[in-house]
């Protein structure tokens, strides 16, 4: 089956940077989307950064664009999630998440998620 495997958050300071990464297995990696998510207590799932199957498109959160980068490397089924300039407001579980072949927005689109990875920003 499907599974994501996130790694990388932590504890961080104000400013500083962070890289995430998504392990995925079970599916033709190099046929589908992948996204970023994040969810802070008491709201909503947020889309963060998405990156097309081939990795020749990607789209950002109005928040986060110009300090994080989303990338991927279908021959190790691996994606990343570069954030730098880190502000407390980024604090919240990030999860990985699959999409077959068309990527968007929205988190119900999205087949399959990992379980997340915490990463809190000090200020």
């Known amino acids: 089956q499907v599974q994501l495997v996130e790694s990388g958050g932590g504890l961080v300071q104000a400013g500083g940077s962070l890289r995430l990464s998504c392990a995925a297995s079970?599916?033709?990696?190099?046929?589908?989307?992948m996204g970023w998510f994040r969810q802070a207590p008491g709201k909503e799932r947020e889309f963060v950064a998405g990156?097309?199957?081939?990795?020749?498109?990607?789209y950002y959160g109005d928040p986060v664009l110009g300090r994080f980068t989303i990338s991927r490397d279908n021959a190790k089924n691996m994606v990343y999630l570069q954030m730098n300039s880190l502000k407390p407001e980024d604090t919240a579980v990030y999860y990985c998440?699959?999409?077959?072949?068309?990527?968007?927005?929205?988190?119900?689109?999205?087949?399959?998620w990992g379980q997340g990875t915490q990463v809190t920003v000090s200020s």
């Open positions: 998440a699959a999409r077959f072949w068309a990527l968007t927005q929205d988190p119900a689109d999205f087949s399959s």
């Open positions: 079970g599916l033709p990696f190099s046929r589908y989307a």
């Open positions: 990156i097309s199957a081939t990795g020749r498109t990607t």
